[in-house]
């Protein structure tokens, strides 16, 4: 079973919760107790990922990479939102955040809640690492090792290591070197016989050198030993100073500020991202993290060579940088790995010979990745790329792989004359020199590349695709909620809808006018779009549920999202649950609603699902006059999460959903198996908890993740539901809790 939920955990506050005395009660209740706070709700979230990596049921290479992506979120948001209070700080900005907090006091909370993780995750460390021990995965100390593992690590230090560190001093000829953005090293202090003053020095590990050097394999008892590249270092610095004794060592990692600040007066939006990112690699330390026992001259000397005197200063961690813990993970002891999944391939593409454009068609195919392959995207614009008879092709590029075929697709198309326009989009986070190069190879072989507004993101996911067929052109459209990125999708759960529908088409194509010429589109007929229109449209739908309610019919609402923050959307929902709606949410990340207050938001019930695979699909159904699930329901999905960001700063899409199997498929399947979850599933209590889903007594244990691997999508199965329909589903009780997690 999964590992029991410790005490207090992931509690923000238990302050008691002021009760609404007025008609009015979202009104009367202060900002502190209607609101969460957006950083904290995210460390909470990030908690539940490190809790993964405790929990039993998962296989113990998969527990050591949940680890691994803690860490990793972390570093990433000292990057970006510690970093922006930070700021807003030293400028001495004192404005209050949604939930009455100024910038100083938020980072007070942050730092405390913090040294928590921190301290969680150094536990987990030290109980993989015994648990990894008996699986013969064996990280090891120097003075573990033996004879002949010192002597292999000494070779393989002298051949592959010793040759690419430099150690530098310090001193008045040697200022204090710049280390880069995660950048790990050692410090030491060095006695000269000459001098009764210390040398201080440090070690700068490179990127590229492996954080754990394998030093031996024994294939007979499948034992592998590894020992850290700090540990090595511990055994063989003084081969890089034989001039001197080693009086102290330490060991320290830094976290630059990497939040980029636009110019919304540059000329050359290009010119000014490369400069920004020439700057990003400069950015201020923000976070210095060092080992506990590090001596306290060193100490210093790192203090005042990175200038943090006054940032988040870390050293209660023996392990730093455990996001390299993933180098551990090996794919050659599967049974410490999740079993393998293939990924299907839509039965209804392959009824038409591989034909995407016949497929597409005859029927709307909704794609549910990573369960149904990205390949079907990528065929769908390689066919495209090939097709004498499409005449052009428009892509947005938010994010993308390295190695990208979509990219390769569209290169293709343009160089064999049809008229391709991409979107990059420069201003997608730690993507922007990705993108930058792949708009330089759009741009040589033809291409139209645009870049978007310099005050909006463009998010939205969308390929059209324009065909001369018999009848005239004929449109072919995929709209997405996941990034085109081969990789991601295949940890991500996403959302890929292709259609031929005329009026989405003719949408689409609007949406394209207005990215690329400003022209802002004001005959929309079925898409909506951020940010015109799509929050209107949202608290309208909220609006019809409310008013159902009043005349007398049942008000539902059922939404997936991966972030819900917009505090005027939370307040209509608030709205709702006072009238009598029945709100259930999916939220896998931050989540500022409370939910479960008496006489407030009683009817509103949140759930975050932390798995196998990430959560990224956005959804919203509105029962329109009915319980959900039903035919008659308004279902959308979307590129946009209900932040402010994505509703008032990027260019954002909401899909009505009108094929009648799709739209079964995504209330019946996708919508009923996230909200039936309770292997993978929290529950949010109204004081902040999150407490795993407790199951009915005597129900079965479901998890989506396993549900979507077993059973195909309605959409994409073709002629083959004649003989295996998917499993459908209905919607199971939940156990309620109290805000104390107890039945």
Excluded at 70 to 79: G, I, K, P, T
Excluded at 352 to 361: E, H, K, L, M
Excluded at 397 to 412: C, G, Q
Aim: a neutral charge; proline letters at 5%.
């Amino acid at each position: 079973m999964a590992a029991p939920k410790k005490k207090d955990e992931t509690a923000p506050d238990e302050k008691p919760l002021a009760k609404p005395v007025t008609e009015n009660p979202v009104l009367d209740i202060a900002p502190e107790d209607r609101y969460f706070n957006r950083e904290l709700s995210w460390l909470f979230f990030n908690t539940r990922v490190l809790e993964e990596a405790s929990n039993s049921d998962v296989p113990l290479l998969e527990r050591l990479r949940f680890l691994s992506i803690s860490a990793s979120n972390l570093d990433e948001f000292y990057m970006v939102r510690v970093a922006g209070l930070r700021t807003q700080e030293l400028a001495g900005i004192t404005d209050q955040s949604f939930d009455g907090l100024r910038p100083e006091q938020q980072l007070l909370k942050i730092r405390k809640r913090v040294k928590k993780v921190v301290k969680a995750q150094e536990n987990t460390w030290n109980k993989l690492r015994k648990l990894l021990f008996k699986e013969g995965i064996q990280v090891k100390s120097t003075d573990e090792l033996n004879q002949g593992e010192a002597k292999a690590l000494l070779d393989i230090y002298e051949a592959n290591i010793f040759p690419l560190l430099s150690p530098l001093a310090i001193d008045p000829a040697h200022p204090f070197p710049f280390i880069s953005n995660l950048g790990f090293g050692m410090v030491l202090s060095l006695e000269r016989s000459d001098s009764p003053d210390p040398l201080y020095a440090i070690i700068p590990i490179p990127h590229h050198i492996p954080r754990f050097i394998h030093v031996k394999y024994d294939k007979k008892k499948k034992i592998d030993v590894y020992v850290s590249i700090e540990e090595a270092l511990k055994l063989t610095a003084i081969d890089l100073f034989p001039d001197f004794k080693i009086r102290g060592t330490g060991l320290f990692r830094i976290t630059r500020d990497s939040d980029i600040a636009v110019d919304e007066e540059a000329e050359d939006l290009v010119q000014h991202f490369e400069f920004l990112l020439k700057k990003r690699r400069r950015g201020r330390v923000i976070r210095l993290e060092m080992n506990p026992d590090i001596p306290e001259d060193l100490r210093d000397v790192l203090i005042d060579g990175f200038e943090c005197w006054h940032e988040d200063i870390l050293d209660s961690t023996s392990f730093l940088g455990m996001a390299n813990l993933s180098n551990l993970i090996t794919r050659y002891r599967p049974h410490l790995l999740f079993e393998p999944f293939q990924a299907r391939f839509p039965e209804r593409i392959r009824d038409y010979d591989g034909d995407c454009f016949a497929a597409i068609a005859a029927k709307d195919i909704l794609v549910h990745h990573p369960y149904e392959e990205f390949d079907v995207v990528i065929q769908f614009l390689e066919q495209a790329a090939l097709d004498p008879d499409v005449v052009a092709i428009k892509q947005t590029l938010y994010r993308t792989s390295d190695d990208s075929p979509i990219v390769k697709a569209l290169i293709e198309a343009a160089e064999r004359g049809k008229t391709v326009t991409a979107l990059v989009e420069l201003k997608a986070r730690f993507d922007e020199e990705s993108n930058l190069r792949w708009a330089r190879d759009l741009e040589r072989s033809g291409a139209h590349v645009v870049y978007g507004f310099v005050d909006y993101k463009t998010h939205a996911k969308v390929s059209l695709v324009i065909r001369r067929e018999e009848t005239g052109l004929k449109t072919y459209t995929h709209l997405g909620t996941g990034n085109y990125h081969a990789q991601n999708a295949k940890i991500y759960t996403d959302l890929a809808l292709f259609t031929v529908d005329e009026t989405l088409g003719r949408d689409v194509g609007r949406l394209f006018n207005y990215v690329t010429s400003y022209s802002r589109p004001k005959n929309l007929e079925k898409l909506v779009i951020a940010p015109d229109g799509l929050r209107d449209k949202l608290e309208a739908l909220i609006d019809v549920e409310i008013n159902n309610v009043k005349e007398g019919k049942v008000g539902a609402i059922w939404a997936k999202m991966n972030a819900l923050v917009d505090t005027q959307i939370i307040d209509k929902l608030y709205e709702a649950s006072q009238a009598g709606v029945q709100i259930d949410l999916v939220v896998r990340g931050i989540c500022c609603l409370r939910p479960g207050i008496p006489g407030f938001s009683e009817n509103i019930r949140v759930k975050s699902i932390v798995g196998r695979f990430l959560e990224h699909s956005r959804i919203a159904c509105f029962g329109n006059g009915a319980a959900l699930p039903n035919p008659k329901a308004k279902v959308y999905m979307s590129s946009a999460d209900w932040m402010p960001r994505n509703l008032n700063r990027r260019v954002e899409t909401l899909v009505p959903i009108e094929s009648p199997t799709v739209h079964r498929q995504v209330m019946r399947q996708i919508m009923l198996a996230n909200l039936n979850d309770d292997v993978n599933s929290w529950d949010l209590q109204s004081n902040g908890k999150y407490i795993r889903t407790i199951r009915a007594e005597g129900q079965r244990p479901f998890s989506a993740h396993r549900y979507f691997m077993e059973n195909p999508s309605l959409s994409g199965r073709g002629k083959a539901l004649s003989y295996y329909a998917p499993k459908e589903l209905a919607p199971r009780n939940r156990k309620a809790k109290n805000k104390t997690g107890k039945q």
